[in-house]
């Protein structure tokens, strides 16, 4: 059984400040990693998707892996109301089944 | 991104019915889609794995026979949720896996919100 931790929200933060939200994971197996963002009544959408150690950067968004510690984060620079949702970070293995964490409520601040 | 389509968005039904929601990847052939379900707030639940051409699998605990699944051709995937009880009310939603040569991601429809009175 893959397990997904998330860090526990909400989380709140102002505009324009950044956003830092955490994932760690228990399947050594494990080689793909993706964070999605969910709107309140709406299915996740694809945000970043992550296969290999350091760092991956797309617009606002960071993502960082440590397959070593088994962890892998997601920085959302200059935050924006529109970037309050649910975050879901997710985890394949060869597979290709996607295990959730719990997600992280984020709520940005005007 | 790939774009997924559900039908239908929203679905009514009386208990004891049959509900099928049809999940089509449109700009791309997608061999794997896969079945999620998710409670309020809960996260996403996988169900079931399905694969063109051949049997769905099934995650522990997800009834076959209840949840029916058919990936008749490489851009649709149904699932039939047959003799429908309240407790199947939920938001399922479906997925595709985009295969390698274009990248290793799952790109989620839009979900079928099922209310069983």
């Known amino acids: 059984q893959k397990e997904v931790e998330q860090n526990s929200g909400p989380l709140s933060v102002p505009e324009g400040a950044i956003a830092s939200l955490n994932c760690t994971y228990s399947?050594?197996?494990?080689?793909?990693f993706f964070w999605y963002r969910q709107y309140s009544g709406k299915s996740p959408e694809l945000i970043m998707f992550?296969?290999?150690?350091g760092d991956k950067e797309d617009g606002r968004f960071t993502a960082q892996l440590n397959k070593a510690s088994q962890y892998v984060s997601l920085l959302i620079r200059d935050s924006q109301p529109s970037d309050s949702a649910t975050y879901l970070c997710?985890?394949?293995?060869?597979?290709?089944?996607?295990?959730f964490g719990a997600g992280t409520t984020v709520t940005v601040r005007a | 991104g790939a774009v997924v389509s559900q039908h239908p968005s929203w679905v009514i039904c009386k208990s004891g019915t049959s509900v099928k929601i049809e999940c089509r990847s449109l700009?791309?052939?997608?061999?794997?889609m896969f079945w999620y379900r998710q409670f309020p707030k809960q996260s996403l639940m996988l169900m079931a794995t399905?694969?063109?051409?051949?049997?769905?699998?099934?995650e522990q605990g997800v009834e076959k026979d209840k949840f029916l699944i058919n990936h008749a051709s490489l851009t649709l995937s149904t699932l039939t949720v047959t003799s429908a009880h309240p407790e199947d009310s939920s938001f399922y939603i479906c997925?595709?896996?985009?295969?390698?040569?274009?990248?290793?991601?799952?790109?989620f429809g839009p979900g079928t919100r099922l209310l069983v009175l």
């Open positions: 997925s595709a896996r985009v295969p390698r040569g274009q990248g290793e991601t799952q790109y």
């Open positions: 399947d050594r197996g494990s080689q793909s």
């Open positions: 992550i296969y290999s150690n």
């Open positions: 997710a985890v394949s293995a060869k597979d290709y089944k996607l295990s």
């Open positions: 700009d791309f052939q997608a061999t794997t």
């Open positions: 399905s694969n063109e051409g051949s049997k769905a699998t099934y």
